[in-house]
């Protein structure tokens, strides 16, 4: 086949992939929440929730939580590695991230530790712009998104797993950069996924690579004992 060929193809299954997420309904919480109101305090934020979820309290500040390794990555080493169910598996360097759409949005950081953070300044790239670059296959379901981070002597590293509707929604972004500046190391710089309507642990730091699953696969804190949904305006920390 064509190099012509070939890329036609990708781009008549990228178009399929565009249209199944546009039949998919990406707010549609939790089967487990459906028909329960939001728990929550304050005026409602932009997506109709309480700005505050249930069980939180604001912060100024940006506390630094980690599993004990802060991996220090360069921009030159940097590497973003998508595959899976994909149609068009890639690795991204660091150019190569910055050459996709870029965007900026706004919104609120909740940590299941408590705290909340927000109107925090973005800059990156939308989850469903790299979802579009690869077109994930009609089997795909999930995504499991893996840091540089490793848990001390034990080799394992920093995971955590989505439903791809939830991954592909507009403000899950790969940032690097916060409130104008570069992302800070300690928050997962170069590059951090951001998830604002699920708890912050489901957003990778030093993220660096993206699997798409047709069965989910629970990540590092969810086999531990998180909650494998973790809906911030349900209180949903746990595992039942």
């Not at 595959?83 to 706004?106: K, R, S, Y």
């Not at 995971?159 to 104008?180: I, K, Q, S």
Request: glycine content about 8%; aromatic content about 10%.
């Amino acid at each position: 086949m064509s190099d012509s060929n070939t890329k036609d193809s990708i781009v008549e299954r990228r178009m399929r992939y565009i249209e199944r997420q546009k039949e998919m309904k990406p707010n549609t919480v939790n089967v487990k929440f459906a028909g329960r109101k939001p728990e929550g305090s304050g005026p409602t934020n932009r997506h109709g929730m309480p700005k505050l979820p249930s069980g939180q309290r604001e912060v100024k500040n940006w506390p630094v939580l980690d599993i004990g390794h802060v991996p220090n990555v360069s921009k030159e080493d940097w590497r973003l590695e998508i595959d899976g169910e994909v149609e068009n598996p890639t690795t991204l360097d660091w150019n190569a991230f910055l050459e996709l759409p870029q965007v900026e949005d706004v919104s609120d950081f909740h940590c299941v530790t408590t705290w909340s953070r927000y109107d925090n300044r973005w800059n990156g790239v939308r989850f469903k712009t790299l979802a579009e670059l690869v077109v994930p296959t009609d089997k795909a379901r999930f995504v499991l998104c893996e840091g540089y981070d490793q848990l001390q002597g034990s080799g394992i590293s920093y995971t955590t797993n989505l439903p791809l509707e939830r991954a592909v929604e507009d403000d899950v972004l790969l940032v690097h950069r916060w409130e104008g500046e570069p992302l800070p190391k300690e928050h997962g710089g170069p590059v951090r996924m951001i998830t604002p309507k699920l708890y912050a642990w489901k957003g990778t730091k030093w993220i660096k690579k993206i699997t798409f699953l047709s069965e989910d696969h629970p990540g590092f804190w969810e086999v531990r004992g998180y909650s494998n949904s973790a809906e911030p305006w349900f209180n949903d920390r746990y595992s039942d």
